[in-house]
């Protein structure tokens, strides 16, 4: 199975900060990659898939790079409704699999 | 409105059964792949089971193989999950989610979740 793994665990950031936030898979993905958010209580929210690609919808604060094993995702500047926590997702291969989660939080 | 609404979680002993279901309006459900994610209580996410838009096809994680069955009903618009043998360690929150038309394997819509405890 891929592995994957996020970093930071936790971000504490302010209204207006740029957040970064990095995906690595155990082995070459491609750019099979997706980025969720979710907030307590409620379900996950497609973001970004195909490492790039904006889903409809979303705001164009977020962006996402990278391809092979490591994956960012950017947002451009902060805003109070972004408080969440985030999730890369990998759609390689068979079990997907999704990071442990990035905590962004209120500084 | 497009959405899922899931049913079926509850309270079940070890060793036990349930049967979740996940009903589809909004969209022409046969057009896409369905998957089960769960996520444990404070956990993440853990991907359980998808299946292809006739039911020809069924992928489930390990740790479910040979106890969980996924299947659909499209003349119903729904998704089922048979959970048999139920352990601790499958306490979570349900998800269904619909995978992106095209793009399987990203799940651009989800249900709200049906909690699923296993406890004696």
């Known amino acids: 199975d891929i592995q994957m793994t996020q970093s930071p665990s936790s971000v504490s950031a302010s209204v207006g900060d740029r957040v970064t936030i990095t995906c690595r898979a155990s082995?070459?993905?491609?750019?099979?990659l997706a980025w969720y958010q979710q907030k307590p209580g409620k379900a996950p929210k497609l973001l970004i898939y195909?490492?790039?690609t904006l889903q409809s919808g979303v705001p164009s604060r977020f962006s996402g790079s990278g391809s092979g094993t490591d994956f960012t995702l950017t947002i451009s500047s902060l805003q109070p409704e972004d408080f969440a926590t985030y999730y890369c997702?990998?759609?390689?291969?068979?079990?997907?699999?999704f990071g442990p989660g990035t905590k962004v939080d209120i500084k | 409105e497009v959405q899922l609404v899931e049913s079926g979680g509850g309270l079940v002993q070890p060793g036990g059964s349930l049967r979740l279901s996940c009903a589809a309006s909004?969209?022409?459900?046969?057009?896409?792949?369905m998957s089960w994610v769960r996520q444990a209580p404070g956990k993440g996410l853990e991907w359980v089971a998808n299946?292809?838009?006739?039911?020809?096809?069924?992928y489930y994680v390990d740790s479910v193989k040979g106890r969980f069955t996924i299947s659909r009903d499209n003349a119903k618009n729904s998704l089922y999950l048979q959970m048999n043998s139920l352990r601790a360690e499958d306490t979570a929150v349900y998800y269904c989610?619909?995978?992106?038309?095209?793009?399987?394997?990203?799940?651009?819509?989800w249900g709200r979740g049906t909690l699923v405890t296993v406890s004696s």
């Open positions: 909004g969209f022409t459900f046969s057009d896409y792949w």
């Open positions: 299946i292809k838009q006739d039911g020809s096809q069924k």
């Open positions: 997702q990998q759609a390689n291969s068979f079990p997907f699999t």
């Open positions: 989610a619909r995978g992106q038309q095209h793009r399987n394997w990203y799940f651009d819509l």
């Open positions: 082995q070459g993905i491609s750019s099979w």
């Open positions: 195909a490492a790039s």
